[in-house]
């Protein structure tokens, strides 16, 4: 639907009702609200300015409060001005607490600044009214999508595209929730529907040619990409998917071109420098290759592609020896890579070749014997466990009933008496509800409750707990570092946003004021399956030496008042998802604890 015919239908309504039109309806308000959005999906943001701008001129003059804030907001928003936009928005939603549009909008720019958290919970307050509005559900599973949770990402799209089944911008979301669960073929069906209705839909086309060459479908990938250069011929992600598209097809100084084309809009992407390298490599020209690994490298040192490619490339130079030093080291950490492997027995002679192999089945062995050793050891605390937990499940059964009936006879002592036995009510009310909490730590404890696996990036979730803590943590640092390019595990949401709150809480008891706590988030090069590798650091007193070997037994606490379960619950939950967790600091510099969950392979499909 052209801009052209909405200012038609806007002069129409002006003669029907005059020069002066009476006040917008809410209806009317939520019509333009709708449009604009369709006209920002279509990458019409002219139009949909002038949208807004007209709804927002309509307020005023009916002097609608609500609405005026909710325009400017929506404005503010499209000049990039977050912070504004949320002060308006929060303005219109606290006016019109029962509008969807609004609260979907809220949920928006919350998103914008990376708060999926609450931009989640704002797009449920706007589905508990209107539980079917399509573009709610399909900005919720976007927002899903990209805080980690993959499958109920996939649920929402899913709930979206059968109210709209016609609708591009719903086709395309659906298809992006299949292609990050791995389902190409269905991805591609999405995309593809979505074309025919708008055969000019770049996200769409770009996406198709990306699902494309992920099922191997190279030359149409390829023809996918085209069209949506023709439509986008400046976008640096359809440019790099073009040239790896041509670089498997061996067309290597087509895919330089477009490499190139793609490092003139976005010239510090590492995978598209390597991927040039590469093809240059294949094109036999060894020492450009290796200027431009070297390019990939100063941005990510431990680039995983550029790691082992340029030291294949160094050997094929003649620096055979530096090359099989680089190989090797790589090799230890990541013995499974059959590409390093095959080019360092490659440079490496028949005795040289037969010590390589050797030493990889060694580490193989080992590995084996330190999982055999690892199964033992979790055996024989399962079974320590077990006790305490049935332990702790009697006598949180049996304390908790006492509190129930305590807290009533507190209750009905606060009602019947004044002054100083009042007082003394408050602080026996108040110690029941902290031994209220001790018995729900038990209960958590005994309860073990297995995860609800989801497939996703864990990234978002720890981002999301730092940040709940830097506005708790008076007079101490909280500072988060999570790159984007992690790989995908598969978790629990609730539960590792529980882990995380616990290990963060306790050390901010621990570290004084003006001391500071730093959250890293990592995929560690090491030895074992891949992983993600979570790390809280901080520069507090450390954790005592006779303290380290019981650190995560039940009943271990180094603070007053201390259940003793919360990191005991922490390791709990890290280990049901199959991850592993441990306390690495030095007494005197802070603790430090590191926690490993199992990365999941791009390509595997989900159960």
């Known amino acids: 639907m052209p801009a052209a015919y909405w200012a038609r239908c806007r002069q129409s309504r002006r003669r029907i009702l005059g020069t002066h039109p009476a006040v917008w309806t809410e209806a009317q ?48 928003r499209m000049d990039q001005d977050n912070e504004r936009a949320e002060e308006l928005l929060r303005r219109a939603a606290e006016l019109k607490p029962e509008s969807v549009f609004v609260l979907r909008s809220m949920g928006s720019v919350l998103g914008a600044v990376g708060n999926q958290v609450d931009e989640i919970a704002w797009y449920d307050r706007a589905l508990a009214i209107r539980p079917d509005d399509p573009l709610t559900l399909l900005s919720r599973g976007s927002a899903l999508g990209e805080s980690g949770a993959l499958d109920e990402s996939l649920e929402c799209m899913e709930r979206a595209i059968a109210l709209e089944p ?97 490092l003139a809009c976005q010239s510090d992407n590492p995978d598209v420098l390597s991927a040039r390298a590469a093809s240059l490599a294949s094109l036999g020209k060894l020492n450009e290759a290796i200027e431009w690994f070297d390019k990939a490298l100063a941005i990510d040192p431990e680039h995983p592609h550029a790691t082992w490619a340029r030291a294949a490339v160094d050997g094929g130079l003649g620096h055979t020896e530096e090359a099989k030093r680089a190989l090797r080291n790589y090799l230890m950490a990541h013995p499974d890579h059959e590409m390093a492997r095959s080019w360092l027995l490659r440079f490496s002679s ?119 803590y830097r506005g708790l943590a008076e007079g101490v640092s909280v500072e988060a570092s999570v790159p984007a390019d992690l790989p995908a595990c598969r978790f629990d949401r609730s539960q590792i946003d529980q882990a995380m709150s616990e290990v963060l809480e306790n050390a901010i008891h621990h570290v004084p004021a003006g001391g500071r706590i730093d959250v890293t988030v990592h995929a560690p090069e090491a030895p074992g399956p891949a992983c993600v590798r979570v790390t809280i650091q901080d520069n507090g007193p450390g954790v005592p030496p006779q303290m380290k070997a019981r650190i995560f037994q039940p009943f271990q606490s180094g603070r007053p008042g201390g259940s003793g379960l919360g990191l005991a619950i922490v390791r709990q939950i890290v280990e049901n998802h199959k991850g592993t967790i441990r306390e690495t600091g030095e007494p005197g510099k802070g603790a430090r604890f590191e926690i490993d969950l199992p990365a999941v392979d791009d390509s595997e499909t989900p159960p």
Request: negative net charge; glycine residues 6%.
């Open 29 to 76: 308000y939520d019509e333009a609200a709708d449009r604009a959005n369709e006209l920002l999906a279509n990458d019409q943001d002219d139009e949909a300015r002038a949208v807004l701008e007209e709804a927002l001129n309509e307020a005023r003059a009916g002097d609608d409060e609500a609405m005026t804030a909710y325009f400017e907001g929506r404005l503010a």
């Open 166 to 262: 016609r609708s591009p911008a719903y086709l395309l979301g659906l298809g992006l929730a299949l292609g990050a669960l791995g389902r190409y073929d269905k991805a591609v069906e999405c995309f593809d529907t979505a074309i025919t209705v708008w055969p000019d839909f770049p996200s769409a086309l770009k996406a198709r040619g990306s699902a494309l060459a992920a099922l191997g479908r190279y030359e149409e990938a390829i023809e996918s990409y085209d069209k949506a250069l023709a439509v986008q011929p400046d976008d640096p992600g359809i440019l790099s998917g073009r040239g790896r598209a041509l670089s498997i097809l061996r067309r290597y100084e087509e895919a330089i071109h477009y490499y190139d084309k793609s």
């Open 350 to 468: 028949s005795e040289e070749a037969f010590t390589v192999a050797q030493e990889l089945e060694n580490k193989r062995h080992e590995r084996e014997e330190e999982r055999r050793k690892a199964e033992t050891k979790a055996r024989d605390r399962k079974i320590k466990l077990d006790a305490w937990r049935s332990l702790s499940a009697r006598s949180a059964h049996r304390i908790g009933n006492q509190l129930f009936a305590s807290q009533g006879a507190i209750r009905t002592l606060k009602q019947a008496t004044s002054g100083e036995a009042a007082e003394a009510a408050e602080d026996l009310a108040a110690c029941l509800d902290r031994m209220s909490t001790i018995v729900q730590e038990f209960r958590t404890f005994s309860l073990n409750r297995p995860p609800q696996l989801n497939r996703g990036h864990v990234g978002p979730v720890v981002q999301e707990v730092a940040r709940r």
